[in-house]
């Protein structure tokens, strides 16, 4: 029969692979690999290849059909692995612009003349304050895997055998899915941006006449203000463990406090992750089982959302595979 490689020597790829970021350069140290699970539907043992743009295109698996049918999948526990990120920002922008003109204006002699002077001033002010808060949270507890790998078909040696590993992995590809990550991810971003704005005019105009001895003016004034509030509260989050994604956003106050019990729940699921996510695993029955699981556990584990990640071994850990391998294999 064959061995692989444990859980614990993978290499966990991010959730989103850029184009600069290829497969095949995680693939090249022929490690285990952990991608995350988008809720493909993939069984035990299916093929994969890090050459191919859909990578899991290869048709058929390299395992004998009925072995793999009946093969025994086991729960494997790891030491509980966690992790908790929390990043907050803030800023202020401020800006102030303020006008003042005065003007005034006179004429005719000493004995009659009239003038005008006259001022104005307007001021203009805007604030900006934006505050971003995320939180993240990510719980790994162990995998669903094989307790011993299903031999390998007879096509499947044959062609190993006859075209070694390059014809064998052109068919098959050069992993195939080994178990499932057991966990669960949530996550939190939270924006809240305030814009004030502000405008004040005003003017005052004075005519003043002069006859002879005597004078008389007259002063007209006006002043104008405005103010303009504008409050928006932002919420992105996921928690996988609720198969929820939410991405809402709250303008003027309106649905404010609907928008901030929202943002209440995602903190507290991240704060008890872990917790949640052992619950589930005790509940399943899979912690201190040392008994192959049925599949009636697998579609329970799958129903109860605590499959996380998808487990890639290689094929070139299998012992079937690894004695057609060249002695100065990589």
């Known amino acids: 029969m064959s061995g692989s ?16 970021i290829s497969l095949k350069a995680f693939s090249s140290d022929r490690r285990a690999i952990e991608l995350p699970w988008g809720r493909q539907l993939l069984q035990f043992g299916a ?3 890090s050459n191919l743009e859909f990578p899991f295109s290869p048709p058929k698996s390299a395992f004998d059909k009925t072995h793999l049918e009946q093969a025994s999948i086991i729960f494997d526990a790891s030491p509980n692995g966690g ?6 920002t803030t800023s202020t922008i401020s800006s102030s612009d ?3 003109v005065g003007f005034g204006l006179s004429i005719g002699g000493s004995l009659l003349g ?4 006259g001022d104005y001033n307007k001021a203009v002010l805007d604030n900006n304050d934006s505050n971003k808060t995320s939180q993240t949270a990510s719980i790994r507890l162990g995998h669903l895997r094989f307790a011993e790998e299903p031999p390998l078909s007879d096509d499947a040696e044959r062609l190993l055998s006859e075209q070694a590993i390059g014809g064998f992995t052109s068919v098959y590809g050069d992993y195939y899915v080994g178990g499932f990550s057991i966990g669960a991810d949530s996550g939190i971003c939270m924006s809240f941006a305030k814009h004030e704005h502000s405008e004040s005019e005003a003017w005052e105009i ?3 006449v002069k006859f002879l001895f ?6 007209w004034s006006d002043s104008t203000a405005s103010s303009l509030r504008d409050v928006e509260l932002t919420v992105l989050g996921y928690d996988s463990l609720a198969g929820k994604n939410i991405n809402a956003s709250s303008q003027g106050g309106k649905g404010l406090e609907q928008l901030r019990d929202t943002a209440v729940e995602l903190v507290a699921r991240n704060t008890s992750l872990a917790m949640d996510v052992e619950s589930k695993v005790q509940q399943l029955g899979f912690r201190g089982n040392k008994n192959p699981l049925s599949r009636a556990d697998l579609a329970n584990a799958e129903g109860s959302q605590i499959l996380s990640g998808i487990l890639l ?3 070139t850990g299998l012992r079937q595979v690894a004695s057609h391998l060249p002695p100065k294999w990589p």
């Open 206 to 208: 004075t005519v003043t």
């Open 98 to 100: 303020h006008l003042s």
């Open 83 to 88: 992790k908790y990120e929390e990043h907050t």
């Open 214 to 219: 005597m004078s008389a003016s007259h002063t």
């Open 47 to 49: 093929p994969f290849s």
């Open 114 to 117: 009239a003038g005008v002077s």
């Open 313 to 315: 071994l290689p094929y």
């Open 5 to 20: 490689p444990g859980p614990t020597s993978g290499a966990s790829l991010p959730s989103q692979l850029s184009p600069n």
